[in-house]
């Protein structure tokens, strides 16, 4: 019963039913659905729906796929035997769209409940449908399998959207009418403003606010004086495209442009850290970015772990973990808000990592300058997509981030780009070469 929120005048309906009468109530999405949250009429191909944070958009993506997998009216007229989930990574299927609390275990009574399959990734319902899971990470894994629908959740943040997407489109056959649904908040990457004008596409709109009934006011509260009227709250919140600044250092246009599919053999490997002044939910986040460079001089941003909310303990064993799996030669940090306690909260996570501390002394923004000059150069290249980095590149100008917030991972990537390609190591390591 995890999915279902009551609503007032509930306990009148329910009156002098029976307990099938009840389950069926409760679990019959049409009559608890806003409009933009059931599928349109129409002969479409993918239904789009973008919405803010919270907006419902995980809750309208799980109950289509159940109607597909049952044969529930008005999803499908009989079951879809095949079906692919997609996530930015497979623990984001795991966790979000398959056990979620709006996810697909929550939203089935007893008796249609699928099982999930941990080894096999996938979920099996009693009626022999079976939705695979996938990831945008792993593009080449949707090669081969063949489906009668799928689910794409959050395809603007995917690592390799047009990839992923594009091996996708080829496995959809089965069937007399493949469709999928596809959830995200909004970015402008390509691949979304390709779908959206589409004409096979149909799109649903809601905002935050839409889904206000099943949202605590504390939380619609705080986002909305801290991202109302922003740039940021105007996608994470309403849901909208937002285009480049045109005063921003980076332009989508040119990082799509410098996107590559992988790195070649690499000289250096750094991991940047931008730690926050002060931890806690409410904190900045911690900046933590992957740079290598090449033996032609060439970089590549190979990893975005940056998070929020971490304890100085967490972020500094999330910045170790990411050096380790990425054999990097060291960990470039700003010891600006902590000073030698950033050496010392690395050391304890792993003794043996190389650091070297770095020190703010000029504005973010000509920090950031020739780094940018180094995109516009051609310098510079991305292993696959970043959307949050992305964002803050594409938003930072000279009065910073349009949100007023730090830009954490544009400075990590800032520090770590610095260290490998423009400070005086640099210069001698290319030398050598």
């Known amino acids: 019963m995890r999915a279902f929120v009551a609503r007032p005048g509930w306990q009148e309906l329910l009156a002098g039913k029976t307990d099938g009468e009840i389950e069926d109530w409760l679990f019959r999405w049409s009559l608890w659905a806003r409009s933009d949250q059931l599928p349109p009429d129409g002969d479409w191909t993918t239904w789009m729906l973008l919405g803010g944070r919270g907006a419902g958009k995980t809750r309208a993506g799980a109950e289509w796929i159940r109607g597909m997998a049952l044969g529930l009216p008005p999803f499908s007229a009989a079951p879809v035997g095949r079906i692919a989930l997609v996530g930015e990574t497979l623990g984001d299927v795991r966790e979000v769209m398959v056990d979620g609390i709006s996810g697909l275990l929550a939203i089935h009574p007893p008796g249609e409940r699928p099982q999930w399959s941990t080894s096999r990734r996938r979920l099996e319902w009693p009626n022999g449908s079976i939705a695979q899971a996938f990831s945008s990470e792993d593009p080449e894994s949707l090669r081969g399998p063949q489906f009668g629908a799928a689910w794409c959740d959050e395809l603007a943040k995917w690592r390799y959207a047009e990839e992923t997407w594009d091996m996708l ?112 939910e409410r904190a900045d986040a911690c900046g933590i970015v992957a740079v290598g460079i090449a033996a032609d001089g060439t970089g590549y941003v190979l990893a975005d772990a940056s998070m929020q909310g971490l304890s100085p303990a967490g972020w500094a064993r999330r910045a170790v973990d990411l050096c380790h799996r990425l054999d990097a030669d060291r960990i470039v940090a700003e010891v600006n808000q902590g000073g030698d306690m950033v050496e010392a909260l690395i050391r304890q996570a792993d003794e043996s990592v190389s650091v070297t501390k770095v020190r703010a002394t000029r504005g973010k923004w000509l920090r950031a300058e020739p780094v940018a000059a180094l995109y516009e150069q051609g310098r510079m290249r991305h292993v696959g997509a970043f959307p949050a980095l992305e964002d803050e590149m594409c938003d930072f100008s000279l009065g910073g981030l349009s949100s007023g917030r730090s830009p954490d991972r544009l400075d990590a990537l800032v520090w770590a780009t610095t260290s490998l390609m423009l400070g005086r190591e640099a210069e001698v390591r290319l030398r050598r070469l």
Not at 224 to 245: F, H, K, M, P, V
Request: charged residues 30%; proline residues 8%.
């Open 169 to 280: 489109q080829f496995g959809l056959r089965l069937g007399d009418r493949p469709r999928q649904v596809v959830t995200s908040t909004p970015r402008p990457i390509p691949l979304l403003k390709r779908l959206i004008e589409d004409p096979a596409t149909v799109i649903s709109r809601a905002g935050t606010d839409a889904n206000r009934e099943h949202l605590a006011a504390a939380f619609l509260t705080a986002v909305t004086e801290r991202y109302g009227g922003t740039r940021l709250g105007r996608q994470e919140l309403a849901g909208e495209i937002i285009n480049d600044r045109p005063d921003a250092l980076w332009q989508r246009d040119r990082l799509e442009a410098l996107r590559v599919k992988s790195a070649p053999d690499l000289v250096r490997v750094v991991v940047g850290v931008d730690p926050p002044a002060t931890s806690g």
